[in-house]
């Protein structure tokens, strides 16, 4: 599957954006899908999972309750939903498919990266 994230833009802290993750060439519906962020520096890091069919969902600590992670396997498209942005939810995100396990151990397609930049 080859997997195309957008939304990404400046936002003043406090501000939402919603990314999308469009896929493409597979059914969506055979991957969990994950969001992951990389800050300048810092290492890629784990934000959110959600099942094939939406039922579960993981959030890392530092997003939860801010972030909501979904899915719209008919569009073939997740989305990404972040509010209450803070100047270190600053980074590159990127989302990614994983086709066994819950939660996946090992993501095996990336799309390209959309970079959110939260001003304070």
């Known amino acids: 599957v080859q997997l195309q994230a957008s939304g990404g833009g400046l936002v003043q802290a406090g501000g939402s954006l919603r990314l999308s993750c469009a896929a493409s060439g597979r059914a969506l519906s055979d991957y969990v899908m994950g969001w992951f962020r990389q800050a300048p520096g810092k290492e890629r890091e784990f934000v959110a999972a959600?099942?094939?069919?939406?039922?579960?969902?993981k959030y890392a600590d530092s997003v939860k309750g801010r972030f909501t992670i979904s899915r719209d396997n008919a569009k073939n498209t997740g989305y990404l939903q972040m509010n209450s942005l803070k100047p270190e939810d600053t980074a590159v995100y990127y989302c990614a498919g994983a086709r066994a396990g819950w939660p996946p151990s090992t993501y095996t397609s990336w799309g390209q990266g959309t970079l959110v930049t939260v001003s304070s």
């Open positions: 959600i099942s094939w069919n939406g039922v579960s969902t």
